[in-house]
């Protein structure tokens, strides 16, 4: 018989523990469990129980256990987050960000990032992030200036004509799952879109 929770209270005490938590994360993260220093790829690690990190004996670098997943720059403990991926695992007919909120005990705001977050990784399977080498792309999603009257397509129509259409995104890690976002941006804020990409090293297309 399974000792996983059967039931949400299950799951609440069960993952109440962090120690649990965590040794379930390694599992799904490392082989065997046993810590590999995401920077220099060292197993030769050693814990420091006071802020449940490791330290890499080699590069000397610290990182968690949520380090190269979607948990890594959350300020949300593993408890909160498993508790959400059981619930949402578990709901046969969905659970809204409110529900979850009041389950969790965290605002609506932060269930609503988690629920996007735990439901972009059952799509590919791993709560990994991407890594390695990531391609981007871009296109602009409304009505063409063709179809427009003229009134309208020089009111709407202004700079790239990008203005008050939706901005698709799509990030593809090579050999990997491709994975999108869209967002509505005027054109002031997709410069600064941009500029940020390029800050962080994500070619934009021309």
């Known amino acids: 018989m399974s000792d996983l929770p059967a039931s949400l209270l299950e799951a609440v005490r069960y993952y109440s523990d962090l120690d649990i938590c965590e040794d379930k994360m390694a599992h799904m993260k490392w082989e065997g469990g046993e810590p590999c220093c995401p920077d220099c790829q060292s197993k030769k690690c050693g814990r420091i129980e006071s802020r449940r990190k490791w330290q890499c004996k080699e590069c000397r670098k610290q990182f968690s256990v949520k380090v190269g997943t979607i948990f890594e720059d959350s300020p949300l403990s593993l408890d909160k987050w498993f508790v959400a991926v059981w619930c949402i695992a578990n709901d046969k007919n969905g659970i809204s960000s409110h529900e979850l909120a009041r389950a969790l005990n965290v605002t609506q705001k932060s269930a609503w990032f988690m629920l996007h977050r735990i439901r972009e990784a059952m799509k590919t399977g791993s709560f990994r992030k991407m890594d390695g080498e990531v391609e981007s792309d871009e296109t602009f999603i409304g009505g063409k200036a063709k179809n427009m009257h003229k009134a309208v397509r ?23 799952e491709c994975q999108t976002r869209h967002d509505e941006l005027h054109s002031d804020e997709w410069e600064d879109h941009c500029q940020v990409a390029t800050a962080r090293g994500i070619p934009q297309a021309s």
């Open 154 to 176: 020089e009111q709407k129509i202004k700079g790239r004509g990008a203005e008050g259409k939706t901005a698709v995104q799509g990030i593809l890690e090579r050999y990997a």
